[in-house]
């Protein structure tokens, strides 16, 4: 006979989620987002800017890039590649707030585990920076006590379940089926408040979370502002100023890219999510490692030795060939490798190690330093004090090499050491340690994809090929012969050369011209197109245009 106890089934109420319920526990989560961004800005400006937990988490993420993302992103965003990361960073944070909501209203624990998880990445990527202090810490544990306050405020409380009745719960029969199932007491639900009360704190919390955040980058800014101190400079002049570029140096041509390229054009390439901030009464420099007498200088001990002016191209080792990552500048400082005889080097060391405020290691050869090129601690560009974005109050410039081996930005220690003892940021990604500058040249007039009328159409452009200087450009139309274009006057080995040519466009229709450059060994720009990693890009710069 069949047990009876066979045909009981228990049937359990299941939990639903009241209609609008998810959208509104989505925004929970994300308010509670926008809360712990915004605490932590505003702890950051207390600690130091590179401590708030999304730049934090941002310059972990570019050192832990591989090398072929960090190439792309350069090659996709040009210099917007930093405000696309940021971007990114604040959208990820955007979804998983979202989902954060809804698992918090389910599991009570994750309002605080899961702002906890969020803390703890973020101190992590603080205190793994190179020059990161214990306080940096601080910024992401608070945004993760805002955040979990934030859930905890928003989300509605739970009634406690009813007691179980002693007499157990009611049978319920079903008509036609003889069988029995018993009816459990309702799960726990939401204590009932007004949604329109939660909706109103929630945009309060948000606004309040915009205000502190605004607050946060105002007083971070004024706390690290060094405006005053660099407007406030006095340069000394140069030992022996250099003259004037010849006149025959820059050619009137619209378009062509300039002899010297201002300040405020100048391109810019480095990983430092927040400019490093520095008052020169605060700055200092100090040069140690495999030499006889340590050296530290101060801001005024800088400007108090000899001065000089060097006119030069740097480009970036990251750029495509005909990219725009080059500029021209004069450029005033002291001489790097007078204060390394100063020093006194010893024998076997061949790295000088730069390292910056924000912990960037910058490798470059010691013999490029000692051969006799004008290797300077910049002070000033293009007239004027270092703008903080290239390097105030001071960076290294070595003519002949690209900037990631010879441009320290925003400088406060050299090494002399060896390669075989310390590889620098770069090279411990695989970049090649010397980063000689490649031989290269662009075509600026006229430009891609132009429509020009049938005739004489001038055809001009840039060729550099730094600390060896530019002999001769070639310029031919559709693979045919190479035609010598003429230069401008030469500026010296360490400027770029501007050139220019007459080309007797005659048929209509579309036509691709290719330059190359000679530079003043006798060596031919190399043909082959190679992308920038690891040792700077290679091939002849092209462009097409439409004859009619």
Aim: charged share 20%; glycine share 8%.
């Amino acid at each position: 006979m069949r047990d009876v106890s066979n045909d009981v089934t228990t049937v359990r109420a299941r939990r639903r989620v009241p209609a609008g319920a998810l959208p509104a526990r989505m925004a929970y989560g994300i308010t509670a987002a926008c809360a712990a961004v915004a605490v932590g800005e505003a702890a950051a400006a207390f600690v130091r800017p590179q401590a708030a937990p999304v730049v934090a988490i941002g310059s972990a993420a570019i050192d832990l890039a591989p090398t072929a993302v960090k190439v792309w992103a350069v090659r996709s965003f040009g210099t917007s590649d930093k405000t696309v990361l940021l971007a990114g960073i604040h959208a990820t944070m955007g979804v998983l707030a979202a989902a954060l909501g809804p698992v918090a209203a389910r599991r009570r624990a994750a309002t605080v585990v899961l702002p906890t998880g969020f803390g703890l990445l973020g101190a992590w990527a603080a205190l793994a920076r190179p020059d990161a202090h214990p306080a940096d810490a601080l910024p992401s544990a608070l945004a993760a006590l805002a955040a979990t306050a934030v859930l905890l405020l928003l989300l509605p409380h739970r009634r406690p379940r009813p007691a179980v009745r002693p007499s157990g719960p009611e049978p319920q029969r079903h008509p036609g089926t003889g069988a029995t199932s018993t009816r459990d007491d309702p799960p726990a639900t939401p204590h009932p408040r007004s949604g329109r009360r939660t909706a109103l704190t929630a945009g309060a919390v948000i606004a309040l979370s915009a205000g502190l955040a605004a607050a946060g980058r105002h007083l971070a800014d004024r706390r690290n502002d060094v405006s005053e101190a660099r407007a406030g400079l006095t340069l000394p002049r140069p030992a022996r100023p250099l003259p004037p570029p010849p006149s025959r140096a820059a050619l009137p041509i619209p378009g062509l890219a300039p002899l010297h390229t201002p300040a405020g054009d100048f391109y810019r390439v480095d990983t430092a999510l927040t400019l490093p901030r520095i008052d020169p009464r605060d700055w200092t420099l100090r040069i140690h490692g495999m030499v006889d007498r340590p050296v530290e200088l101060s801001f005024a001990d800088l400007l108090a030795l000899p001065l000089e002016e060097l006119d030069h191209t740097l480009s970036c080792v990251s750029g495509e060939v005909g990219g725009p990552y080059v500029g021209t500048t004069r450029w005033l400082g002291a001489s790097l490798p007078a204060l390394l005889r100063r020093a006194g080097v010893r024998a076997g060391a061949d790295q000088l190690l730069g390292r910056s405020k924000d912990g960037m290691t910058i490798g470059t050869p010691l013999e490029c330093v000692l051969d006799g090129r004008t290797a300077l601690l910049v002070v000033a560009m293009d007239g004027a004090p270092l703008p903080v974005a290239h390097g105030f109050p001071c960076r290294s410039v070595v003519p002949g090499l690209y900037g990631y081996t010879s441009a320290t930005k925003w400088l406060v220690d050299l090494e002399v050491t060896t390669f075989a003892a310390r590889d620098p940021y770069w090279v411990q990604r695989g970049w090649d340690r010397t980063g000689e500058v490649r031989t290269a040249s662009r075509i600026d007039v006229p430009a891609a994809f132009a429509r020009v009328r049938a005739g004489d159409v001038t055809v001009a452009g840039t060729a550099w090929a730094t600390h060896r200087g530019v002999a001769a450009v070639e310029l031919r139309v559709d693979g045919g012969p190479w035609q010598e274009a003429e230069l401008a006057a030469d500026a010296g080995p360490d400027m770029w050369r501007q050139w220019h040519h007459t080309w007797h466009a005659a048929v209509p229709g579309t036509h691709r011209l290719e330059v190359r450059a000679t530079d003043a060994t006798g060596a031919v720009q190399d043909e082959t197109r190679r992308p920038p990693f690891p040792s700077g890009a290679t091939g002849w710069h092209s462009t097409v245009v439409t004859v009619h």
